[in-house]
């Protein structure tokens, strides 16, 4: 089955450590995109990316870090400079050609700094 | 950027009550999508609308984009207990899709 397969689901974390996120997609999606979710704030927007080897910063990027270096592959490190990082991550991918903009979602990772 | 305002953030119905949930921009938008997530999962797509005035439905829920396509609300006849879950909006802004804050629904049996 196609999919979005984010791992681990569950991460927990001591103050200063950095951690990645994994996603990975089998849809042959061109850009992928990564999502912070919160009680009560929706998602916010973190970094997208709508080529390999080439990505943008979303509306909160600082703490933050990114690679594409392959398509299917869009990890996210949670780096020691992000203040407040305990949330709900979510992976998403879509097409880029016109008329498919539909997003598909992993089923996220929820990181506890502790 | 685009941003979108959606109220409520949260509603507390009966079961076979009915629910809106809207989203309203300043700008005018190209099109609006909703998404619905359920309780401890992930946001799924439910439809995309993309012409002025368009209304569009899915069993008990009905979508419209207003005439003006600065605003879009998303209905519920009759709510189960299965539609219990968090809508977003969301619209495209260059290669990004940006999400409203969301209407949490809860519905009670």
């Known amino acids: 089955d196609g999919g979005i397969t984010q791992s681990p689901k569950y991460l927990f974390r001591k103050e200063g450590q950095n951690v990645t996120l994994s996603c990975e997609q089998n849809?042959?999606?061109?850009?992928m995109y990564w999502y912070r979710q919160d009680p009560g704030q929706g998602l916010r927007l973190i970094y997208y990316?709508?080529?390999?080897?080439?990505?943008q910063k979303g509306d909160i990027a600082e703490g933050y870090s990114v690679s594409r270096e392959k398509k299917e592959s869009f990890p996210l490190t949670v780096t020691s400079a992000q203040k407040n990082p305990t949330a709900f991550y979510l992976c998403?991918?879509?097409?880029?050609?016109?008329?498919?903009?539909?997003?598909?979602f992993g089923a996220g990772s929820r990181l506890t700094v502790l | 950027g685009q941003q979108v305002m959606q109220i409520p953030q949260y509603q507390h119905v009966q079961e076979g009550e009915d629910f809106t949930t809207y989203c309203n921009s300043s700008?005018?938008?190209?099109?609006i999508q909703w998404y619905k997530q359920r309780p401890g999962g992930h946001p799924v797509f439910l439809i995309q609308?993309?012409?002025?005035?368009e209304v569009k439905k899915q069993k008990r829920l009905t979508f419209q984009f207003g005439e003006a396509k600065k605003n879009s609300s998303l209905h519920i006849t009759a709510t189960q207990t299965t539609d219990v879950g968090t809508y977003f909006c969301?619209?495209?802004?260059?290669?990004?899709?940006?999400f409203g804050q969301g209407t949490e629904l809860s519905v009670k049996p």
């Open positions: 998403a991918s879509r097409t880029t050609g016109s008329g498919a903009n539909v997003l598909t």
């Open positions: 849809l042959n999606h061109d850009a």
């Open positions: 990316s709508q080529i390999v080897n080439d990505f």
């Open positions: 700008t005018t938008l190209s099109n």
């Open positions: 609308l993309v012409k002025s005035g």
């Open positions: 969301a619209l495209n802004q260059g290669g990004k899709l940006i």
